[in-house]
């Protein structure tokens, strides 16, 4: 153990490690360890793949689902239709690498072999969010990138801004569930656990908050149904609440940054609170608290 590492007792008789300033060299490694880990597995090429195929997919065809025809659709078209499936697909890609990260290297034993060398904890979790980030970070850009490069080159490039901005978006997305699959990793002891553990964050952030939100929408008193004669509203609270939930503040954000009011599904105007601002905070939060959260757990950890 390193001289500024070793052990010392507080006022209380607790034991803890002296702390030293994070080494980004030791970060930087961890993260190109992480990095090439899924370049070896192929998991960038997968991710990258899934989301031109995809693009391309909903672009071309998006529209026969409709009664139109098949043929390339602008941006604005294919965001609408990529949005919906961006909500399920990267929780799940975001989970699948990163539920056992922490607790896969535990069962090895390889993260006493890593915390054997002069490296802290918290560079430990940092290495892994910021590599495990790098690959989310490719595949979305490359992927949609790509994807909207091709879309553009048939279609023009209007709207090519707003669709930077939901890219931007969309990779805050990826990072808050890397983040939440983080913390399902340094709070159990099992692979099994942590992926279980997994499937129910996604199933109940992605369809099952939803159906509790409207089911409390209609015991207070709500509907979903519009009333003839009367404009359809639904309260603040029922917005305020999604922003609390990362996947419908991502659908919120993919509605501002093309400025539209009533498209995905929305009957009506977003409320003025549902912004840019607000929606990306509420997925930058759940990027960061985490995978904070998941350091404080991995530190206290007996291992």
Do not use: C, H
Not at 23 to 43: I, Q
Not at 197 to 216: H, S, T
Request: proline share 4%; aromatic share 12%; charged share 15%.
């Amino acid at each position: 153990m390193r001289p500024s590492d070793s052990p010392r007792r507080d006022s209380f008789g607790v034991q803890f490690a002296r702390r030293r300033p994070v080494d980004l060299r030791v970060v930087w490694a961890l993260l190109k360890k992480e990095f090439l880990d899924s370049v070896r597995n192929r998991w960038i090429i997968a991710l990258s793949a899934i989301f031109i195929v995809l693009t391309l997919v909903v672009s071309y065809f998006g529209a026969a689902q409709a009664g139109g025809g098949t043929g390339f659709q602008g941006l604005l078209e294919t965001v609408v239709g990529m949005t919906a499936i961006a909500q399920i697909l990267i929780p799940i890609l975001g989970l699948m690498i990163s539920y056992a990260a922490v607790v896969g290297e535990k069962e090895r034993g390889s993260i006493l072999l890593l915390l054997s060398m002069p490296i802290t904890r918290l560079e430990t979790i940092l290495g892994k969010f910021l590599g495990l980030g790098a690959v989310m970070l490719a595949a979305v850009l490359s992927g949609l990138g790509i994807g909207g490069i091709v879309i553009m080159a048939f279609t023009g490039t209007e709207g090519w801004e707003n669709f930077i901005v939901f890219l931007l978006g969309a990779v805050v997305f990826a990072l808050a569930f890397l983040s939440i699959g983080l913390l399902l990793s340094s709070l159990t002891k099992r692979r099994g656990i942590a992926m279980g553990l997994a499937v129910f964050v996604w199933f109940f952030l992605a369809l099952l908050f939803n159906l509790v939100l409207g089911g409390v929408l209609v015991a207070s008193g709500g509907s979903f149904l519009p009333v003839p004669g009367e404009p359809f509203t639904l309260p603040d609270w029922f917005y305020a609440a999604g922003l609390f939930n990362p996947v419908e503040a991502f659908s919120y954000f993919a509605v501002r940054a093309f400025g539209l009011g009533g498209a995905f599904g929305f009957p009506i105007e977003l409320p003025e609170f549902v912004s840019i601002g607000t929606t990306g905070l509420s997925m930058a939060l759940w990027a960061l608290v985490p995978v904070t959260l998941a350091f404080w757990r991995f530190r206290r950890q007996d291992l």
